[in-house]
């Protein structure tokens, strides 16, 4: 079992920034397929970026350019730089690790983007 557990979350002006970040348990944490994605109120979760155990990344085209994914292996973490950020990126946030068939969830941590 993996547990997830993300931080970072918060209430930001627009065109301010924030910084997502993820813990995860377990010892093969290199191995995962690591992830975030986002649901807003009304819609459905949707991807925003993920990055591989070989550090290749894929952003949605509505972050693209303002969020960068990254991870540390020695620490078991993947962040989320969120920069000029808009008010339709308000959402919960939640962190996703995928190992094989398997995939684990974090709680989530909301990002308000409002002046």
């Known amino acids: 079992q993996v547990q997830l557990v993300e931080s970072g979350g918060g209430l930001v002006q627009p065109g301010g920034s924030l910084r997502l970040s993820c813990v995860a348990s377990g010892s093969i944490f290199g191995r995962y397929l690591m992830g975030w994605y986002r649901q807003a109120p009304g819609k459905e979760r949707e991807l925003v970026a993920t990055i591989t155990m070989r550090l290749s990344t894929n952003y949605a085209d509505s972050v693209q350019g303002r969020f960068t994914i990254s991870r540390d292996n020695t620490k078991n973490t993947v962040h989320l730089q969120m920069n000029s950020l808009k008010p339709e990126d308000t959402a919960v946030y939640y962190c996703?690790?995928?190992?094989?068939?398997?995939?684990?969830w974090g709680q989530g941590t909301q990002v308000t983007v409002s002046s």
């Open positions: 996703n690790a995928i190992y094989g068939t398997i995939n684990y």
